[in-house]
């Protein structure tokens, strides 16, 4: 992708006007449209309800769409990770159509890629809805598709992620594009291997057949709708569905000053060279009602495993920077992405080549994301927010069970502030940008199933940013391991916090430190430690930039922010100026320290 490209993906077949027909009921094209969302929805909630591991049935990792007979969006579901959705739903699906043609697919077919651009571990899987009105019909009217994060599939590690690899072999099993089932038969050769690859065998096929049947349920659900209108209707609805889109997008687009616009950032470093910052650079360029997110400037794939493909990686960061900053309401389909553009060269770490590493393929993204927003401030000032906290603050416990052979790995992200707006202070503690709605997983079922306990978790005061409108808290969370085990955190961002907006303070980024039985504590970041019984983690995850001038926040709103324990009366004095009593009664309000 070294020019600049369309990020829309839709192709109408040459038999269907490109165009929507306006004599097409308004309703039915609401009807269908609502109910698509309907099946997305109702395949999400059978996936929690079935799978197996607690990171699918309880922290939800994956995500649930549909896609037209060439991959263009319909619809995805509400909840899910939207990092899965951008654009990898339709770029596996468009993969199969290269590999066996328009027409080789048959019903019952179920096809799995993890050639998606992100690490091996997530996994598309779909399958082919066909009309079964038309006995002409040989190509497929849409395509059902769930990515889901598979717990272990091979590599160095258990859970398959690992910051030291330098190749995509050394991270998994690859699988590009095969047919699990072929006509509902199963080929019992490809789940032998894939078994076979895994150290934890069991969640592993438990949460693949809720993936299977999550995607038989979506197809027998659009078939339905094909039933019920037919195969022209279908198509005109969906032409209508796509023109609306677009007609929104470009009146949100067209609300924003012409301009080139950009926004810099950097992480720590790739993980293998610490302390080496890596510079991101964005820009966004709004001409009329076209918005182009170039990201040429980015540095070019690393050694490291912190590439992403370009489905996964530039064009999930331009779809949802583009949601988030311009268009965040209703629901997204191909005709959202018809006004939004892509520069991404080949070879950039965004866009890397198929033998890359990409165990840590999302440690950018959060900041990209970010910088898409931030980068519009002075157009739009009102509508953007602080930096969020915009690392993944991932952490896992991996090891064998005690009293057995058998492999655990416990993992989860931590929830951290969101950046204050110019109307409110800033929400949180919630996962990044790139989680949507996945949840923490509750603590009573990690107790129960791994050796670990937690011994607290906790709001962290003094972590959002200062301003008119604070930012955001962070949280501490403590665990004490049970067991000897390997523990891995990956956090980053802590040399460039996140930003303030309009006069807001920069927030406090996050970090993390072992405590021996010993008694000797020791910072990580990006590391793997061995633990034993009895050591202690503590992980802080960082808060959320400040809105406007903290000279401009209120007494009442400070006042309250003390009292709540949200910040400390030593930071209401440096940040705000304001002066407390042992009571909280305000003494005095001065100039604050770090404005004088």
């Known amino acids: 992708m070294t020019a600049e490209t369309n990020l829309s993906a839709a192709r109408v077949p040459v038999d269907v006007p490109t165009k929507s027909d306006p004599r097409i009921d308004p309703v039915t094209v609401e009807v269908i449209k609502r109910r698509l969302v309907a099946i997305a929805d109702h395949m999400d909630l059978n996936i929690t309800r079935t799978a197996f591991s607690l990171l699918v049935s309880e922290y939800k990792d994956y995500a649930v769409g549909i896609v037209d007979g060439e991959g263009a969006l319909l619809c995805q579901s509400t909840a899910g990770m939207p990092l899965f959705i951008a654009d990898v739903l339709g770029a596996a699906v468009r993969d199969g159509i290269r590999i066996y043609g328009a027409d080789g697919f048959e019903e019952g077919d179920v096809v799995i890629s993890n050639d998606i651009g992100q690490h091996l571990n997530n996994v598309a899987m779909y399958t082919p809805v066909f009309d079964a009105g038309s006995h002409a019909q040989k190509r497929p009217v849409a395509f059902v598709v769930v990515v889901m994060h598979w717990v272990d599939i091979g590599g160095r590690n258990l ?74 209707v279908f198509r005109q609805s969906v032409e209508a569905m796509w023109d609306q889109a677009e007609r929104a997008a470009r009146k949100a687009i067209a609300a924003i000053p012409d301009g080139i616009y950009s926004a810099d950032a950097f992480m720590d470093d790739d993980g293998l060279n610490r302390g080496k910052h890596i ?154 940008m790139c989680h949507g709605d996945t949840r923490l997983i509750p603590i009573e079922a990690q107790e129960a199933e791994f050796p670990i306990m937690f011994e607290s978790m906790a709001l962290r005061a003094d972590s959002g940013g200062p301003g008119e409108f604070r930012g955001g808290l962070g949280m501490t969370k403590k665990y004490k391991v049970l067991a000897s085990c390997e523990f891995h955190v990956s956090v980053d961002r802590t040399a460039c916090p996140p930003w303030g907006i309009n006069g807001g303070g920069n927030a406090t980024g996050g970090g993390a430190t072992i405590t021996k039985v010993d008694g000797s504590t020791g910072e990580i970041l990006k590391e793997v430690s061995l633990m034993g019984a009895g050591d202690r983690v503590t992980i802080w995850t960082g808060g959320g930039g400040g809105y406007g001038a903290p000279e401009k926040r209120s007494m009442e709103r400070i006042k309250q922010d003390v009292s709540r324990g949200y910040v400390s009366r030593e930071a209401a004095e440096r940040d705000y100026g304001v002066v407390f009593d042992d009571k909280l009664n305000v003494l005095r309000r001065q100039a604050p320290a770090k404005s004088a």
């Open 159 to 232: 859970g398959s992620t690992s910051r030291f690899a330098t190749d995509i072999w050394q991270e998994g099993l690859l699988i590009n594009t095969v047919k699990l089932y072929s006509a509902g038969r199963l080929n019992a050769e490809v789940q032998r291997i894939i078994r076979t690859n895994s150290r934890l065998p069991e969640e592993l096929m438990g949460d693949i057949d809720a993936q299977i049947g999550a995607c038989y349920m979506g197809r027998d659900e659009v078939a339905d709708i094909l039933r019920k209108y037919g195969l022209p």
């Open 279 to 432: 510079p991101l650079k964005v820009k966004v360029i709004i001409k009329g009602e076209e918005m182009t997110v170039d990201l040429s400037e980015l540095p070019g794939e690393t050694k490291s495993a912190i590439n992403a493909g370009a489905s996964g990686g530039g064009q999930s960061v331009a779809r949802l920077g583009f949601r988030y900053a311009v268009l965040p309401e209703g629901h997204a389909n191909e005709g959202t992405f018809r006004p939004l553009k892509l520069v991404l060269p080949e070879g950039n770490i965004m866009n890397c080549g198929p033998t890359a590493a990409r165990s840590y393929y999302n440690l950018a993204l959060p900041t990209l994301i970010d910088l898409v927003i931030k980068s519009l401030a002075p157009a739009i000032p009102d509508r953007v927010a602080g930096g969020h906290y915009a690392t993944f603050s991932s952490v896992r416990f991996r090891g064998t069970k005690p009293g057995t052979k058998n492999a655990f790995q416990c993992a989860e992200s931590g929830f951290g502030g969101w950046g204050a707006l110019s109307d409110g202070d800033g929400p949180g503690p919630f996962r990044t």
